[in-house]
């Protein structure tokens, strides 16, 4: 496209600025790990996960399955359709991917990140009038009846409720408790599952009774 010779023999800088940007802040999605069939039936199983922060060459994510370095990774966020890279670093609630893309999707994800920023840190208030929350920090445990144990993923929660992500199938009814918060499966997601807690609880407690329990 660029001739040697040619005054414009760089891209212009406009591109130069959207592979510099970088949007730092929470959107929901979802993610795969195409290689592993962990799902039902042996399917390929999808995962709600969140974007903490993403640029056109790097994205961070935080989920509940955390991938091998080097696996790749499939993941769809309405903001910024699906993306597709590789894992080049585990966290220990995540993994930062190198995002694979052609030069032409990378300068499409770099105006959809600078339309991000000025969209999220713009005049443009969240009208929703759902009472379901996102917790500050998503990760915490869930206990089955049996005692096990298994890290989960909150994608939401509300007084009544809660729907998690995990590396679980568990069928409608399941008793289990999340955190300190106990209640049974009334509701399958496709990336999760949903609980109805056996009672309604104070909405300024419910962060504290999520989280992880203390080892004893």
Known sequence: MFQLGEESVAPPRAQFDRHDVRFIGVVSGRYALPARRSGVDGKVAIYACRLCSISTRLAVVVGPVVGAVGEVVTAHF???????GKITRKLPSGFVLEL???EPERNKLGAKVVWMKRHVHGQVPDKREHKRILP?????ILTLADGTQLPCFVIDISQSGIAVSAELWP???TP????KLVGRVVRHLDTGFALQFIQ???FATLEVLMAP????
């Open 213 to 216: 329990p203390v080892a004893q």
């Open 176 to 179: 289990m408790a999340v955190g």
């Open 200 to 202: 309604v609880h104070d």
């Open 171 to 173: 069928g409608l009814g």
């Open 136 to 140: 500050r920090d998503p990760r915490t």
């Open 78 to 84: 309405d903001e910024f359709g699906i993306l597709r």
């Open 100 to 102: 694979i893309l052609t």
